[in-house]
């Protein structure tokens, strides 16, 4: 599974005669995706959260005599955006409070029920 870091910190091989992706469009996803995953690992909401769908329809206008970015390159991580995306974000989310404050001993009962534990 992603995480909004691993997205951050991928590149892409840049490629210029032969036809590659738009940076900029790729980079605009990469940016929402980021704000997406991040939204789900902290568990705020975000305006326009991306779906694997979204992730998979998406279309960049392809580049060949000026620097694009490596097409399988992006289409490989797409994919495993995407299936981020369906799985939902590896990321473990906290445990509860505890539910008594800790070193205090609860009032309940008599001195003598919570001698024994009961």
Same mark, same amino acid.
């Given at each position: 599974?992603? $995480?909004?870091?691993? *997205?951050?910190?991928?590149?892409?091989?840049? %490629?210029?005669?032969?036809? /590659?992706?738009? !940076?900029? !469009?790729?980079?605009?996803?990469?940016?929402? %995706?980021?704000?997406? #995953?991040?939204? #789900?690992?902290? +568990?705020?909401? $975000?305006?326009?959260?991306?779906?694997? !769908?979204? *992730?998979?329809?998406?279309?960049?206008?392809?580049?060949?005599?000026?620097?694009?970015?490596? !097409?399988?390159? *992006?289409?490989?991580? #797409?994919?495993?955006?995407?299936?981020?995306?369906?799985? /939902?974000? +590896? %990321?473990? &989310?906290? &445990?509860?409070? &505890?539910? +008594?404050?800790? /070193?205090? %001993?609860? $009032? /309940?009962?008599?001195?003598?029920?919570?001698? #024994? +534990?009961?």
């Amino acid at each position: 599974m992603l $995480t909004s870091d691993d *997205v951050t910190r991928q590149r892409f091989t840049a %490629v210029k005669f032969r036809e /590659g992706y738009d !940076q900029d !469009q790729v980079d605009d996803l990469l940016d929402r %995706v980021v704000a997406t #995953l991040r939204a #789900l690992e902290t +568990g705020t909401p $975000t305006a326009h959260p991306l779906t694997a !769908q979204d *992730v998979r329809a998406v279309r960049f206008q392809a580049t060949k005599f000026r620097e694009g970015y490596d !097409q399988d390159q *992006v289409d490989d991580f #797409l994919d495993r955006v995407a299936q981020t995306l369906n799985d /939902g974000p +590896g %990321v473990t &989310p906290p &445990p509860p409070p &505890p539910t +008594g404050t800790p /070193g205090i %001993v609860s $009032t /309940g009962g008599s001195w003598w029920s919570r001698l #024994l +534990g009961r």
